[in-house]
């Protein structure tokens, strides 16, 4: 999954519920049990997420939803091997653009 958002400082619970076509209550839940996770909130307590919360939101939703990950095994693979794994999510999200790119050439032909 490759979430496209628009290019924006901060993005509200709504906009990353939809994205990531999930409930909100579940972004709220990963907020709690995933530290990495800070979004910003406001006088009303209104979370606004960033750019960073996003890419460890797309990483999470990658080892839970995707990989299969219990959210124990998640916590623990983004502690003892954060970087490693991170550095392999980045390179397959970037071959998925370029696959979605080559696709759309080659039905353009």
């Given at each position: 999954?490759h979430i496209?958002?628009?290019e924006k400082r901060y993005y509200?619970?709504?906009?990353v519920?939809e994205?990531?076509d999930v409930?909100?209550?579940?972004i ?8 990495v996770?800070?979004p910003?909130k ?7 997420f960033?750019q ?8 999470i939703?990658?080892l ?10 998640a916590?623990?693979?983004l502690?003892?091997n954060k970087q490693?794994t ?7 999200r970037k ?9 759309k ?5």
């Open positions: 999954m496209d958002l628009p509200s619970i709504g906009e519920a994205a990531f409930n909100t209550s579940l709220r839940f990963w907020e709690k049990e995933f530290d996770l800070k910003k406001n006088a009303k307590g209104n979370r606004k960033t960073e919360d996003i890419k460890n939101l797309e990483f939703y990658y839970v939803k995707e990989r299969g990950f219990t959210l124990e095994g916590k623990t693979h502690k003892e490693k991170l550095s392999r999510f980045e390179i397959i071959l998925e653009t370029v696959k979605a790119e080559l696709l050439i080659k039905d353009q032909l």
